[in-house]
DNA sequence: TTAATATCGATAAAATAATATCGATAAAAT
DNA sequence: ATTTTATCGATATTATTTTATCGATATTAA
């Protein structure tokens, strides 16, 4: 009914972190300066931007302004709370990653079978205190990085313990009830896919003869 | 020309993850019975699929086939090599990552300002190597996990050192030629979108007034 | 050998997304 | 004050993606 395109949200962070970080003094941004920059079509930027703000003719959109709508707008004010499942190598990165908190998603600790280790700035606790914890503290979302031939059982016992949503960087699928929202990170396949796009471009100068792109 | 839909492609890794983690000992798999498991329309897998290789009426498609197919599809084969560029906790953790192997992309090694360390398997090495290890080895692909702040730097000189693709991972917007391929992940708002849309359904399910879904 | 069934593949239709165009508005310049 | 220019917003067009339908084919069973 509100009509926003799963496209259109997927470009929205990439608009935010965009202004956040692009150094300048200048009050107003117009649509057409991000989308030079971010090389998308003005028009596709404006029409974005609109689901979340309206600007003004000829000056363009108040950069705080739009920064705050695009944070409202994806919820980053809201503030959520995480855990991470499996304190491998990646979970233990993730556990200490400073991006989280920016975007308002704070992570409460990680749990492993290993045990309790409390060097790090965060916890990790064992995994039998974690059905307590999540429910005593009413957390939905997990992030899960445990090795793949564990990821269905131990996904399944977060279920159960009444995690709604489940962020999985393990390079399987995880097949749950339908209440449960998941969300796959395939890290080996996005870059297997940026050495595809690799290939692909280079054959394609390689032989332009087939190339009649008009 | 070649016609494969962006979309699709997208959706090639997840009907081969699914291939490779389903233990059974078929020697055939259905579109229909993949669509089921996955969730998708049996003629859009089919649809997909078709793009791969073809199946076989009544039977379905050659288990063994299909992953052999898709693998090669996505150039899983072709060994790729890679480095790393900023080796904090997230690199290092790439660094390890087991996962790369199995698709083909080999990293030779991690490089950061803080200079040599060879405790891991594999190097860690000092920024001021890197342009001479780029262009002796005509590595292409670089993971970029450096802080933010430098990140467009670094890239710049990535640029110039002859890397090609860069997946990156700073909340940055990176400023490079054209000819440089830049897929962008963030973690961050990974995790911000699964609890946006994890606070969508929760929406939906709280006001089903407003739904008139049919 | 023939009929029934499950599955593929191709074509067509519907839904969705991206782009182009045009008029309106407000700031700046003459 | 009027013209010019840059930008937004809305509508319409085009392209892409998804879904539905139909016929063909091979396997199984009678």
Known sequence: MQGISGQTIKRLPLYLTYLKTRKTDETYVSSTTISED??????LVRKDLACVMTGKPKVGFLREDLIAALEEYLGYNRLDSAIIVGAGKLGRALLDYPGFDAYGIEVIAAFDISG???TSARPVLGIDKLDDIVKRMHIKIAILTVPAPNAQDVAKSLEASGIEAILNFAPVHLSLGESVIVK???LATELAGLAKSLAEAKEKSNEPKESRDH
């Open 116 to 118: 309790d280790d409390r």
């Open 38 to 43: 971010l090389r998308l079509n003005p028009v």
């Open 184 to 186: 796959n990170v395939n």
